[in-house]
Nanobody
Framework: EVQLVESGGGLVQPGGSLRLSCAASGFTFSSYAMTWVRQAPGKGLEWVSGINSGGDSTNYADSVKGRFTISRDNVNNAMYLQVNTLKPEDTAVYYC??????????????WGQGTQVTVSS
């Protein structure tokens, strides 16, 4: 059974940082791309960042480029999102997803339960 478990969210002041983690199990982690997707209160899903299976290619939404960094550890079956210079508009539930890359796009598969990030003073 595929399992994705996010952690690391919390309440942080504007300008602060967090490191989100996603622990994966139940599948060959190193064979899949992975992504982060978020959902702000009352809004739809927003793709945030993606990383290929080998970890040598990453992509970011314009809204987070230069502030967020995605990475993965294929030995320990984990993915991370370092989020810096947080803004109130980054407040959302952050989900990790398993994905495949086809025709230059990420196609989402399994999702975790999410971790809440709240940016507020």
């Amino acid at each position: 059974e595929v399992q994705l478990v996010e952690s690391g969210g919390g309440l942080v002041q504007p300008g602060g940082s967090l490191r989100l983690s996603c622990a994966a199990s139940g599948f060959t982690f190193s064979s899949y791309a992975m992504t982060w997707v978020r959902q702000a209160p009352g809004k739809g899903l927003e793709w945030v960042s993606g990383i290929n299976s080998g970890g040598d290619s990453t992509n970011y939404a314009d809204s987070v480029k230069g502030r967020f960094t995605i990475s993965r550890d294929n030995v320990n079956n984990a993915m991370y999102l370092q989020v810096n210079t947080l803004k109130p508009e980054d407040t959302a539930v952050y989900y990790c997803t398993r994905a495949v890359i086809a025709h230059g796009a990420y196609y989402f598969g399994s999702w975790g339960q999410g971790t809440q990030v709240t940016v507020s003073s």
